[in-house]
């Protein structure tokens, strides 16, 4: 898996094999997703509706993305680094997995 | 119906994202599809940078019953590396090459010995396969005589009894060679004679292989892990040789790095590492 750099996994809805139910994720290195790959996959996934994409505010979640950065450099996990980075902007009340799994559906599909 | 995730290796961001991207949920803590529940074909341990965190979130949803989870062969090493014998000796030796092979792992365990303890517990109790009404699940390869094999030393849903793990690692018991295949996958002796250099030099006369593959192949097709198949007999393998396929349920496994991009292998099985 690792050497060949892809978490593979096959939807199975009881047919016969279709290469379209194959979905990957690649494996990266340690201290993967640059601060401006997250700070587009916040802007895409909009967790906390602020309607930044109807309005172009690309930037919308720059700081947010930079702490999320931060937090992955000192290890913290992908979704704890989210997840971390939106509760120290928002309110903790406000942040649900949701926000965080609309975050990294977003990477996973960049 | 199932999601069937291959080997996660310690990557525990990338099983995140995976996650994600299928449209599972995290509720209580416990990621978790209110339609769909995941298969791993095991191999969760070893080599990735985050592998209490891999285990964490598999252990979590199968026990909550979003998951299945078979054991794969380093989660097997794995038991054996800290099960101790009668006599103090571990069932799988700590030589330099077993702990490199096994270090990612051991050092986050090692720092955790609760956790440790509870991670070894909960690999000693994953089934070997798993035959559901829709589809079967291996490591690596479906072998119905070793399946039989097993069933002598399991219980009725292909756990290893706890008793027999020291078998399980011993090369003179039945149970290892079951084993081997079924989480190694099926080996085959080369011609007499017949041998090659494996890509550390090491001498062979055995050959991992594409075991799945329909049409009776020669040696050179069947081979995986040989630097220069050219060198290899280019003539058929008898089919008695190989273990076959009934081809009665699609089968999924894990365990291989086939460098193809992801697919099935075969039109009843497929490879999803
Ligand atoms: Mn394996």
Redo the contacts between chains.
């Keep these: 898996m690792a050497e060949q750099g892809a978490l593979v996994t096959y939807r199975f809805n009881g047919a016969s094999f279709e290469n379209a139910n194959f979905v990957s994720v690649p494996t990266r290195p340690t201290g993967h997703f640059s601060a401006e790959q997250l700070n587009q996959a916040f802007y895409l996934a909009d967790p906390m509706q602020t309607c930044c994409v109807e309005n172009e505010i690309t930037d919308e979640y720059q700081r947010i993305a930079e702490h999320a950065r931060a937090l992955l450099v000192e290890r913290f996990a992908l979704y704890d680094a989210i997840e971390q980075a939106l509760i120290a902007a928002f309110d903790e009340d406000w942040v649900e997995p949701k926000h965080v799994i609309a975050v990294l559906e977003k990477l996973a599909s960049s | ?9 310690g ?8 996650l ?3 449209g ?4 209580n803590s416990i990621w978790q599809h209110s339609e ?1 529940t995941l298969i791993s074909v095991g ?1 969760l341990i070893d ?4 592998q209490k ?1 891999a285990v964490d979130i598999i252990r979590a949803m199968t026990a909550n019953g979003f998951a299945k989870t078979i054991m794969g062969n380093h989660e097997f090493n794995a038991v054996a590396y800290y099960v101790r014998d009668k006599n103090g000796e571990p069932l799988r030796a700590h030589t330099v090459k077993n702990r490199q092979q096994h270090l990612a792992f051991l050092n986050e365990a090692e720092a955790i010995p609760t956790w440790y303890h509870e991670a070894i517990s909960w690999f000693k109790q994953l089934p070997v396969l798993l035959d559901l009404p ?2 079967r699940v291996v490591h690596a390869c479906w072998h119905p005589t070793s399946v039989e094999v097993l069933k002598d030393y399991c219980t009725d849903n292909f756990t290893l009894k706890p008793s027999y793990f020291k078998q399980a690692n011993d090369s003179a018991h039945p149970l290892y060679h079951a084993l081997e295949v079924l989480m190694k996958g099926w080996e085959l002796s080369l011609p007499e004679g017949v041998s090659f250099n494996d890509k550390d030099g090491h001498k062979r006369d055995k050959i991992r292989t594409r075991w799945w593959l329909e049409q009776d192949g020669n040696y050179q097709d069947l081979a995986i892990g040989v630097p220069d198949v050219s060198i290899l007999p280019n003539e058929r393998v008898p089919s008695s040789q190989m273990p076959g396929y009934d081809n009665a349920k ?1 089968l ?1 496994i ?1 365990h291989y ?3 193809e991009s ?3 292998v075969s ?1 009843h099985i ?1 490879c ?2």
């Design positions: 119906m199932y999601d069937i995730v291959g080997d996660i290796h990557y525990a961001d990338e099983l995140e994202l995976l994600a991207k299928l599972y949920q995290k509720k769909r191999d080599r990735g940078p985050q965190r829709e589809l699609p999924f894990g790095w086939l460098h992801a697919e099935a039109a497929a999803v590492d």
